[in-house]
Nanobody
Framework: QVQLVESGGGLVQAGGSLRLSCTFS????????MGWYRQAPGKQRELVAL???????NYADSVKGRFTISRDNAKNTVYLQMNSLKPEDTAVYYC????????WGQGTQVTVSS
């Protein structure tokens, strides 16, 4: 059974930074693709960034150059470093683990004030 717990959300001014963490409980973390998604009020959930087991990364165009996803397989943790935050980055951020099935965390709120 896989469980994901996110942390690191909060309120930040535009231009600021936050780092989200997602801790994976279960086995086989290293072979899962790990991703961060977000959902703003009234909008669909969208992919922000992902990193495969082979450490290949992919980013939404809207965050390229500002966000960095990384994983520490020794700590079963995936991170999302968010810099130069904008008000439009405000959303609930969800951690996802994918290996044939999808597993989701409970989400963490990120609010960027202008």
């Amino acid at each position: 059974q896989v469980q994901l717990v996110e942390s690191g959300g909060g309120l930040v001014q535009a231009g600021g930074s936050l780092r989200l963490s997602c801790t994976f409980s279960g086995t086989g973390f290293g072979i899962f693709s790990m991703g961060w998604y977000r959902q703003a009020p009234g909008k669909q959930r969208e992919l922000v960034a992902l990193v495969t087991g082979g450490r290949i990364t992919n980013y939404a165009d809207s965050v390229k150059g500002r966000f960095t996803i990384s994983r520490d397989n020794a700590k079963n943790t995936v991170y999302l470093q968010m810099n130069s935050l904008k008000p439009e980055d405000t959303a609930v951020y969800y951690c996802n683990a994918h290996l044939r099935l999808d597993y989701w965390g409970q989400g963490t709120q990120v609010t960027v004030s202008s």
